[in-house]
């Protein structure tokens, strides 16, 4: 970790320590390209006595896979979000106050994403919090050991009969919603408690505004089934997805 990376880290908890909401940082759950996800104890305002709070890497470090295929119809969410025409421009224009919004946006999103699916009932992380740089999320797994992602799980079959319904009705209920995960895979599902949890929502795209919204749907549900098929016959993952994306546009969602 680079030592402007750490400082930017430490004052992101130091905000959420000045909101009573994290007492101690206790130690690191993943480490990625575009973020990273630590163990907090919580404040004297937190909702729960463990708390992971995820830290984006700067615009400088930080890279979102294939950013461009995103992008496409943000401009309409910002439009609807009330922002301003020149601060659109700064962003389409890549300038430094551009690319430090558009920094901010992306942690932006995935709180209200976040926050949107889980009043939808969808199996998420409850947001708690957010910072410029740093979202404040439901924790799952105990002080030692932290919820394992179903890449890292073995299951039994009928085990993974009900887990594999439930990723579909969830990439549904995100559909529904108007949201597509947009890198969805066994990596960002967690096994908690016999169930599953989607995390990994910086990507998600609007599937009223982004043209990439359909094959992105169904590369989410070819990682799924391919996890899956492993355990049990999944079906044609091509020909779940047509079909959910056709209901989708019938409105029937």
């Known amino acids: 970790m680079g030592k402007n990376q750490a400082i930017e880290e ?4 130091d905000e959420f320590a000045g909101l009573g909401l994290v007492d101690e940082v206790l130690g690191m759950i993943k ?6 996800v630590y163990l907090c104890s919580g404040g004297s305002r937190a909702p729960a006595p463990l708390l992971a709070a995820k830290v984006y890497r700067s615009t400088k470090v930080r890279q979102f896979a294939d950013s461009a295929a995103y992008t496409p119809g943000r401009r309409e969410e910002w439009h609807r979000a009330g922002m301003k025409r020149r601060e659109m421009r700064a962003m389409e224009k890549r300038s430094r106050g551009g690319r430090e919004l558009s920094f901010a946006l992306w942690v932006s999103a995935e709180y209200e994403t976040l926050r949107l699916l889980h009043r939808a009932g ?3 992380p409850a947001p708690y919090a957010k910072t410029q740089r740093a979202v404040l999320m439901q924790y799952f797994g105990d002080a030692d050991t932290p919820a394992p992602p179903l890449v890292d799980v073995e299951l039994a079959g009928e085990e993974a009969h009900a887990l594999f319904a439930r990723a579909l009705e969830n990439i549904e209920l995100l559909l529904a919603n108007d949201r597509v995960h947009g890198d969805l895979s066994a990596y960002n599902i967690l096994y908690v408690d016999g169930g599953v949890r989607l995390i990994d929502f910086p990507q998600a795209i609007d599937a009223r505004f982004n043209p990439n919204a359909q094959p ?3 590369r989410d549900i070819v990682n799924v089934c391919h996890y899956f098929a492993r355990y049990i016959d999944t079906g044609d993952a091509g020909a779940i997805a047509r079909r959910l994306w056709t209901r989708f546009l019938r409105g029937e969602l």
């Open 10 to 13: 430490a004052e992101a908890m």
């Open 31 to 36: 480490t990625g390209k575009e973020a990273n």
């Open 216 to 218: 992105f749907l169904e």
């Open 122 to 124: 969808a199996d998420v």
